[in-house]
Antibody
Framework: EELLEESGGGSVQPGGSLRLSCAAAGFTFSDFELNWVRQAPGKGLEWISFINKGGTDVFYADSVKGRFTISRDDAKNSLYLQMNSLKFDDTAVYFC????????????????WGQGTTVTVSS | QSALTQPPSASGSPGQSVTISCTGTSSDVGFYDYVSWYQQHPGKAPKLMIYEVTRRPSGVPDRFSGSKSGNTASLTVSGLQAEDEANYYCSSYAGNNNLLFGGGTKLTVL
């Protein structure tokens, strides 16, 4: 079974940092492009970051650009999201999701999702 | 860029058909054929239902179909079943390595 599992969420004060991880199993991780998508409480989905196969290209939504960094370690079958300068508006469930095919940019269609990890930014 | 526009709610009786719209602009939905639809049950992860406007991943029932006309994409669910009750989100590639989601539509099976 193809799986993604996020970890690293928690409660943090504004201005703080967190590092999310996403562990993959059941497929050849290095062959796929990956995204982070978040969902604020009671709200819709928001794409926030993409990394291509090989990790040479990374893209961000304007809402997180300059504060968040996406990376991957294919040897560990893992995806990461380093989140700095956190704001109240960053409170959300964070999902990692696999692109179903290579497009070299986000948007082909995300066919494997983790269950999400919750980030709460609160003073 | 703004999120894609979806109606907040839709409903239908079992066995009926319902269509959910997703309106963007000529820079996203109207320009690219990279529109996807996701189903999300409360407290669960989203599930890919449609990609590339009309294509269904394996395992998704053929009751689910997608289409696009101009700047508006649509998801049609035919032969509604109780388990189809969920939130549905569209997404579209928007150029400049950016992906937009719609605000979501809550589908109620009456």
């Amino acid at each position: 079974e193809e799986l993604l599992e996020e970890s690293g969420g928690g409660s943090v004060q504004p201005g703080g940092s967190l590092r999310l991880s996403c562990a993959a199993a059941g497929f050849t991780f290095s062959d796929f492009e990956l995204n982070w998508v978040r969902q604020a409480p009671g709200k819709g989905l928001e794409w926030i970051s993409f990394i291509n196969k090989g990790g040479t290209d990374v893209f961000y939504a304007d809402s997180v650009k300059g504060r968040f960094t996406i990376s991957r370690d294919d040897a560990k079958n893992s995806l990461y999201l380093q989140m700095n300068s956190l704001k109240f508006d960053d409170t959300a469930v964070y999902f990692c999701a696999r692109e179903s095919a290579l497009l070299w940019t986000p948007g082909y269609g995300m066919d494997v999702w983790g269950q999400g990890t919750t980030v709460t930014v609160s003073s | 860029q703004s999120a894609l526009t979806q109606p907040p709610s839709a409903s239908g009786s079992p066995g009926q058909s319902v269509t959910i719209s997703c309106t963007g602009t000529s820079s996203d939905v109207g320009f690219y054929d990279y529109v996807s639809w996701y189903q999300q049950h409360p407290g669960k992860a989203p599930k890919l239902m449609i990609y590339e406007v009309t294509r269904r991943p394996s395992g998704v029932p053929d009751r689910f179909s997608g289409s696009k006309s101009g700047n508006t994409a649509s998801l049609t669910v035919s032969g509604l079943q109780a388990e189809d009750e969920a939130n549905y989100y569209c997404s579209s590639y928007a150029g400049n390595n950016n992906l937009l989601f719609g605000g979501g539509t809550k589908l109620t099976v009456l």
